[in-house]
T-cell receptor
Framework: GAGVSQSPSNKVTEKGKDVELRCDPI?????LYWYRQSLGQGLEFLIY????????KSGLPSDRFSAERTGGSVSTLTIQRTQQEDSAVYLC?????????????FGPGTRLTVT | AQRVTQPEKLLSVFKGAPVELKCNYS??????LFWYVQYSRQRLQLLLR??SRESIKGFTADLNKGETSFHLKKPFAQEEDSAMYYC???????????FGEGTQLTVNP
């Protein structure tokens, strides 16, 4: 079946602009995660959605970052007033909580470059 | 606070040699430990998890709670094992992953 998909695959934006990154999780997966992969920082957790519970936003680096998940499926990560330090690969993952494996399935990522 | 440490950023071995990728963690409680792998131009994928106690592609990892380690081992490395390897942990029941900084493994012919 289809895996996690993300769009766009690449995004170049000017400093100060807003960007939206999209994630389509595996159908039926109840949990959705956003991570950021950048040089020198490794893989950082950003935000976690689980069903109808309030999201865990503890990893968001500033209030310029926000995310929503509509209808328990598609998620959008929004970065306002982008800065050069926001340049990174943004990864989305989904999992089926309740599955004993708790395996997170990752998308291909969106490479964001802020110029 | 939870933390994962992978002391080696780069590791290079020859084909057929044993390989060990080190991982140490700190966590207050009983964590779930994982190894994820990212092959060139592919997405991040799960290699193995400690609760399964399985061997995948010849790799094994044993959780040592006394030493708070979860080292990844393979007795005979293959060229196709060349990839970036990440050790990760989460709380029980599935939740956010905390990753180490990764080890780039190169297996030379």
């Amino acid at each position: 079946g289809a895996g996690v998909s993300q769009s766009p695959s690449n995004k170049v934006t000017e400093k100060g602009k807003d960007v939206e990154l999209r994630c389509d999780p595996i159908s039926g997966h109840t949990a959705l995660y956003w991570y950021r992969q950048s040089l020198g920082q490794g893989l950082e957790f950003l935000i976690y959605f689980q069903g109808n519970s309030a999201p865990d936003k503890s990893g968001l680096p500033s209030d310029r970052f926000s995310a929503e998940r509509t209808g328990g499926s598609v998620s959008t990560l929004t970065i306002q007033r982008t800065q050069q330090e926001d340049s990174a690969v943004y990864l989305c993952a989904s999992s089926l909580i309740g599955d004993v494996t708790y395996e997170q399935y990752f998308g291909p990522g969106t490479r964001l470059t802020v110029t | 606070a939870q933390r994962v440490t992978q002391p080696e950023k780069l590791l290079s071995v020859f084909k057929g040699a044993p390989v060990e990728l080190k991982c140490n963690y700190s966590y207050s409680g009983s964590p779930e430990l994982f190894w994820y792998v990212q092959y060139s131009r592919q997405r991040l994928q799960l290699l193995l998890r400690h609760i399964s106690r399985e061997s995948i592609k010849g790799f094994t990892a044993d959780l040592n709670k006394g030493e708070t380690s979860f080292h990844l081992k393979k007795p005979f490395a293959q060229e196709e094992d060349s990839a970036m390897y990440y050790c990760a942990l989460s709380g029980l029941g599935g939740s956010r992953l905390t990753f180490g900084e990764g080890t780039q493994l190169t297996v030379n012919p």
